[in-house]
T-cell receptor
Framework: GEDVEQSLFLSVREGDSSVINCTYTDSSSTYLYWYKQEPGAGLQLLTYIFSNMDMKQDQRLTVLLNKKDKHLSLRIADTQTGDSAIYFC??????????????FGTGTKLQVIP | KAGVTQTPRYLIKTRGQQVTLSCSPISGHRSVSWYQQTPGQGLQFLFE???????NKGNFPGRFSGRQFSNSRSEMNVSTLELGDSALYLC???????????????FGSGTRLTVV
């Protein structure tokens, strides 16, 4: 497909783990990113993974990359109410002009129930 | 280190008018990209400027234009505004452009444009 796809909504209870999934478009993507957007704010880079990695852990965040299926996931351990936000995955790949271009997913709204 | 600054934060315009939005990137960043965010379409890429040159452009009509100055500050302009242009316009800066590094983009807080 041509779009980076994410499910629109996820609801979890505080203290549980959250898993946000993403299907990206191009297996030659160099970097894949997860961004977080809180209400009224821009996007904040949470973490990234380089395309030759399968997994990356950063404190409560774990990123898994399946290049064969072009699937990216973000796991948030011990989810807190402050994690409530919209999460975007994004891929960076080289376009026909030779420049890197970033394409964002549709965003997943995470709701954390106290 | 100052972040990405977008001005104004909020704007209300009438159909048919034009508008100019401003973005000051992080000091030292040479690339500025613009995105339109709407509930229905998500984040749509408008264009990217690098060292005062437009390096990449999304699928938007010619009413949407931009420029970048020698100090890397960027402006985008929308002429003949339509109701559908109501959106959050986000600016993102990066060192080299395209964010093909582990640094990714740094986003501003956006300009909320409402067209009435």
């Amino acid at each position: 497909g041509e779009d980076v796809e994410q499910s629109l909504f996820l609801s979890v209870r505080e203290g549980d783990s959250s898993v946000i999934n993403c299907t990206y478009t191009d297996s030659s993507s160099t970097y894949l990113y997860w961004y977080k957007q809180e209400p009224g704010a821009g996007l904040q880079l949470l973490t990234y993974i380089f395309s030759n990695m399968d997994m990356k852990q950063d404190q409560r965040l774990t990123v898994l990359l399946n290049k064969k299926d072009k699937h990216l996931s973000l796991r948030i351990a011990d989810t807190q109410t402050g994690d409530s936000a919209i999460y975007f995955c994004a891929e960076s790949l080289r376009d026909s002009g030779g420049y890197q271009k970033v394409t964002f997913g549709t965003g997943t709204k995470l709701q954390v129930i106290p | 280190k100052a972040g990405v600054t977008q001005t104004p934060r909020y704007l209300i315009k009438t159909r048919g008018q034009q508008v100019t939005l401003s973005c000051s990137p992080i000091s030292g960043h040479r690339s500025v990209s613009w995105y339109q965010q709407t509930p229905g379409q998500g984040l749509q890429f408008l264009f990217e400027y690098f060292s005062e040159t437009q390096r990449n452009k999304g699928n938007f009509p010619g009413r949407f234009s931009g420029r970048q100055f020698s100090n890397s500050r960027s402006e985008m302009n929308v002429s003949t505004l339509e109701l559908g242009d109501s959106a959050l316009y986000l600016c993102a800066s990066s060192l080299e452009g395209g964010a093909a590094t582990n640094y990714g983009y740094t986003f501003g807080s956006g300009t909320r444009l409402t067209v009435v």
